[in-house]
Protein backbone atom coordinates (compact mmCIF):
# COMPACT_ATOMS: atom_id res chain seq x y z
CA UNK A 1 0.00 0.00 0.00
CA UNK A 2 0.81 3.68 -0.24
CA UNK A 3 0.16 6.41 1.90
CA UNK A 4 -0.03 10.03 0.76
CA UNK A 5 0.35 13.02 3.05
CA UNK A 6 -0.14 16.25 1.96
CA UNK A 7 0.29 19.67 3.40
CA UNK A 8 0.66 23.34 3.11
CA UNK A 9 -2.78 24.89 3.00
CA UNK A 10 -4.15 27.38 4.37
CA UNK A 11 -5.50 30.91 4.82
CA UNK A 12 -4.37 33.57 2.44
CA UNK A 13 -5.03 36.93 0.56
CA UNK A 14 -5.43 37.20 -3.03
CA UNK A 15 -2.22 37.71 -4.73
CA UNK A 16 -0.50 35.87 -1.96
CA UNK A 17 1.51 32.74 -2.44
CA UNK A 18 1.12 28.92 -1.11
CA UNK A 19 3.14 25.93 -1.52
CA UNK A 20 1.68 22.43 -1.34
CA UNK A 21 3.64 19.14 -0.24
CA UNK A 22 2.75 15.83 -1.00
CA UNK A 23 4.82 12.83 0.23
CA UNK A 24 4.48 9.31 -0.40
CA UNK A 25 5.29 6.49 1.29
CA UNK A 26 4.64 2.46 1.60
CA UNK A 27 6.45 0.01 -0.15
CA UNK A 28 6.96 1.69 -3.38
CA UNK A 29 8.98 0.47 -5.89
CA UNK A 30 8.71 3.19 -8.61
CA UNK A 31 6.69 6.13 -9.36
CA UNK A 32 5.44 7.50 -12.54
CA UNK A 33 3.24 10.31 -13.04
CA UNK A 34 2.25 12.86 -9.70
CA UNK A 35 -0.08 15.68 -9.68
CA UNK A 36 -2.66 17.65 -8.04
CA UNK A 37 -6.20 17.96 -8.78
CA UNK A 38 -8.70 20.46 -6.97
CA UNK A 39 -11.98 20.72 -6.59
CA UNK A 40 -13.97 23.89 -6.05
CA UNK A 41 -17.46 25.02 -4.37
CA UNK A 42 -19.99 24.02 -6.75
CA UNK A 43 -17.57 22.51 -9.01
CA UNK A 44 -16.42 18.75 -10.11
CA UNK A 45 -12.66 17.74 -9.33
CA UNK A 46 -10.48 18.90 -11.47
CA UNK A 47 -7.24 18.58 -13.10
CA UNK A 48 -4.61 21.29 -11.67
CA UNK A 49 -1.32 20.31 -12.79
CA UNK A 50 1.07 17.15 -13.61
CA UNK A 51 4.08 15.79 -13.46
CA UNK A 52 5.92 12.89 -15.57
CA UNK A 53 8.31 10.64 -14.10
CA UNK A 54 11.10 12.83 -16.71
CA UNK A 55 9.47 15.72 -15.62
CA UNK A 56 7.28 16.81 -18.15
CA UNK A 57 4.37 18.85 -16.69
CA UNK A 58 1.17 20.21 -18.25
CA UNK A 59 -1.12 22.79 -16.46
CA UNK A 60 -4.63 23.96 -16.90
CA UNK A 61 -6.04 26.57 -18.31
CA UNK A 62 -6.81 28.38 -15.28
CA UNK A 63 -3.48 28.19 -13.35
CA UNK A 64 -0.86 28.32 -16.25
CA UNK A 65 1.88 30.77 -15.25
CA UNK A 66 0.79 31.34 -11.85
CA UNK A 67 1.41 27.31 -10.12
CA UNK A 68 4.32 25.60 -10.79
CA UNK A 69 4.64 21.67 -10.75
CA UNK A 70 7.79 20.07 -9.05
CA UNK A 71 8.93 16.68 -7.95
CA UNK A 72 12.10 15.24 -5.84
CA UNK A 73 12.18 11.50 -7.06
CA UNK A 74 14.64 10.99 -3.84
CA UNK A 75 11.62 11.66 -1.45
CA UNK A 76 8.84 10.00 -3.73
CA UNK A 77 7.46 14.00 -3.16
CA UNK A 78 5.48 16.33 -5.59
CA UNK A 79 5.26 20.37 -4.98
CA UNK A 80 3.01 22.43 -5.94
CA UNK A 81 3.54 26.68 -5.68
CA UNK A 82 0.80 28.57 -5.98
CA UNK A 83 1.71 32.38 -6.76
CA UNK A 84 -0.74 35.27 -7.63
CA UNK A 85 -3.47 33.34 -5.45
CA UNK A 86 -7.18 34.29 -6.46
CA UNK A 87 -10.62 33.55 -4.83
CA UNK A 88 -11.12 31.13 -7.47
CA UNK A 89 -8.52 29.28 -6.74
CA UNK A 90 -10.05 28.19 -3.72
CA UNK A 91 -11.01 24.72 -2.93
CA UNK A 92 -9.84 21.52 -1.72
CA UNK A 93 -6.24 20.03 -3.16
CA UNK A 94 -5.79 16.52 -3.54
CA UNK A 95 -2.35 14.97 -4.72
CA UNK A 96 -2.48 11.71 -7.01
CA UNK A 97 0.52 9.67 -7.44
CA UNK A 98 0.86 6.46 -9.71
CA UNK A 99 3.40 3.91 -8.75
CA UNK A 100 3.97 0.63 -8.43
CA UNK A 101 4.22 -0.59 -5.23
CA UNK A 102 4.07 -4.37 -3.09
CA UNK A 103 0.57 -5.07 -1.71
CA UNK A 104 0.09 -8.34 -0.24
CA UNK A 105 -1.26 -9.88 -3.14
CA UNK A 106 2.42 -9.20 -4.95
CA UNK A 107 3.02 -6.60 -6.97
CA UNK A 108 0.56 -3.80 -8.78
CA UNK A 109 0.58 -0.47 -10.54
CA UNK A 110 -2.18 1.72 -9.16
CA UNK A 111 -3.11 5.37 -8.52
CA UNK A 112 -3.21 6.67 -5.07
CA UNK A 113 -4.68 10.19 -3.88
CA UNK A 114 -4.14 12.15 -0.77
CA UNK A 115 -6.62 13.25 2.06
CA UNK A 116 -7.18 16.56 0.89
CA UNK A 117 -5.94 20.16 2.15
CA UNK A 118 -7.61 23.25 2.14
CA UNK A 119 -6.63 26.21 0.28
CA UNK A 120 -8.60 29.53 0.77
CA UNK A 121 -8.21 32.81 -0.81
CA UNK A 122 -9.84 35.78 1.03
CA UNK A 123 -9.57 38.93 2.34
Known amino acids: QVQLVESGGGLVQPGGSLRLSCAAS????????MGWYRQTPGKQRELVAT???????TYSEPIKGRFTISRDNAKNTVYLQMNSLKPEDTGVYSC?????????????????WGQGTQVTVSS
Open 96 to 112: RVESTAVVPDGVERNEW
Open 51 to 57: ISNDEIS
Open 26 to 33: GRILHVYD
